[in-house]
């Protein structure tokens, strides 16, 4: 496997094939492909054979679009389906389902990244210390439409209560609700934190791209003291969230300008990543737009940078083009296209933001100006997306190999599920956990790979895959034919 120190790892990408996904300094000798920087299409499904050592099963299919996947104390997969809009719980061994709760007040819209979403059971589930809690979000449409906008859409987080004769969750009590909600970039990561506090990623709603190119983003806007006392949350876009258990503002929350709120970190776009790891530390990963997916570690207070910057402030390919700020052309007079930007769009370069910004621990997909994001690959249908080079990180796992004995050189890495090029990578961390010295893609397949859940011997990896959408295609090209989709794929290490 490649090593390099964490600067390297961090700043060099390659890219290849118009679907880069590397950070492996380029000549590097590397003793096997299966590390990060082996081309595109044959050479990546190649890195299925290369991971040896693991046995493959499907344990369960039929799920509606599995969005978390968490090994609970009764030895049962958790399960919450995005359009399936349920918890449900799956025997890791017969695959059997059981629905713990029916969330029909959920919604979610076809195609959209809205419905049952994030998951967090309570460390003392079933310990019989009478904290048998369940946390879930989930988008839900209120009658009151978001000003200007129209949107209806909104996101509450839910405390269940779990009854473990029934089988059922019951009695949800609301923690928070009124949360900006839609159809694009949710993020929704909720973790249980080793402080005793909810941690929960809000997306940046997609604003200023597709459908929503006239709204602003606001993933650096803070709310303001006026709003926190009204419980207008609407500032809430592109953050993480730190509640207490009762979904109130922990009294130690940061002051960001001057007003406590939920948020402990800003200026993220989407995170699907988020997990805690040694020592307390916590990881978190995040999509890019046309480049610049991110690996970050989260610090209290800590501004992330997007819109202002996308990965590093290198002023590479990306420059923060605010479609809302259109002058004298109105946006709503635009029409919005992906790879033109009309003049009357002000762009701003990554280094005319001068605040202080935390830089990720890596990206994927780095690209300089003037790189071609018109793959001829992905011209039919206009699926230009697919062959950009972000791989789009669906989720983030800290593998701490505790309990023993886990997988050989696994211990203190980093998991990553991908939807775009349906991979999982291993990231190597240092001892201190603050720097990613390598890293490895395995499992390459025509799968948009959702989470991950890890046994308690941490030896089989449990992995929820997605119902419907496009991946590469082993030529790099689009597909929508996805193989166990809606399902739960099982990579047992078995020397
Ligand atoms: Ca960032
Ligand atoms: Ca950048």
């Keep these: 496997m490649i090593r390099t120190t964490a600067a390297l790892a961090a700043l060099v990408t390659v890219a290849f094939g118009g679907s880069a996904a590397s950070a492996a300094p380029t000549g590097s000798a590397s003793p096997t492909a299966s590390a990060v920087g082996s081309p595109a299409g044959a050479s990546s499904r190649a890195a299925l054979v290369l991971t040896p050592g693991f046995t493959r099963r499907v344990v369960a299919t039929g799920l509606g679009d599995p969005y978390e996947i968490v090994w609970g104390p009764d030895a049962q997969l958790w399960v919450t389906e995005k359009s399936g809009l349920k918890v449900t719980r799956v025997n890791s061994t017969t695959g059997t389902k059981s629905t713990a709760v029916s969330i029909p007040q959920a919604h979610h819209s076809p195609g959209g990244q809205d419905g049952v979403l994030g998951l967090a059971l309570h460390p003392q589930l079933l310990k019989g210390t009478g904290n048998d809690f369940v946390y879930v979000s989930y988008n839900y449409l209120t009658t009151t439409p978001a000003p200007v906008t129209g949107e209806r859409r909104r996101l509450r987080i839910v405390r269940f209560t779990y009854n473990g004769q029934t089988h059922q969750l019951h009695s949800p009590k609301t923690l928070i609700t009124g949360l900006p909600g839609g159809t694009d970039h949710q993020s929704a990561r909720l973790r249980f934190g080793p402080d005793g506090k909810l941690y929960y990623t809000i997306g940046d709603q997609g604003a200023n791209q597709l459908a929503s190119y006239c709204r602003p983003n606001w993933a650096q806007r803070l709310p303001t003291a006026a709003e926190v006392s009204a419980k207008n949350w609407a500032a809430y876009q592109g953050k993480t969230l730190r509640l207490n258990l009762d979904g109130s503002i922990p009294a130690d929350n940061p002051l960001l300008k001057g007003v406590r709120s939920h948020v402990w970190t800003y200026g993220h776009r ?64 635009l029409t919005y296209s992906d790879l033109g930007t009309p003049t009357s769009v002000p762009r701003q370069k990554e280094s005319q933001f001068t605040a202080a910004f935390v830089s990720p621990l890596r990206t994927f997909g780095t690209v300089n100006t003037g790189f071609d994001f018109t793959n001829p690959k992905c011209a039919p249908g206009g699926l230009y997306f697919i062959c950009w080079p972000t791989i789009a990180p669906s989720s983030l796992t800290h593998y701490s190999a505790n309990p023993k004995p886990g997988i050989p050189g696994w211990a203190n890495s980093l998991l990553m599920t991908t939807l775009k090029d349906g991979s999982v990578y291993r990231m190597n961390l240092s001892a201190d956990g603050k720097s990613i010295v390598s890293t490895t893609k395995m499992w390459t397949d025509r799968i948009r790979y959702r989470d991950i859940a890890l046994s308690p011997d941490s030896r089989s990896i449990y992995v929820a895959t997605d119902n419907a959408g496009l991946v590469r295609d082993p030529n790099g090209a689009p597909t929508r034919t996805l193989k166990n989709p809606g399902s739960i794929v099982v990579f047992r290490w078995q020397p």
């Design 270 to 333: 989407n995170a699907q990543g988020l997990t805690f790891g040694s020592g307390g530390l916590l990881y978190q990963a995040e999509q890019g737009p046309k480049t610049d997916d991110e690996v970050n570690r989260l610090s209290r207070a800590g501004n992330y940078g997007w819109p202002n910057v996308a990965g590093f402030r290198d002023d590479k390919a990306y420059t923060y083009n605010n479609w809302s700020a259109s002058r004298p052309t109105p946006c709503r007079d």
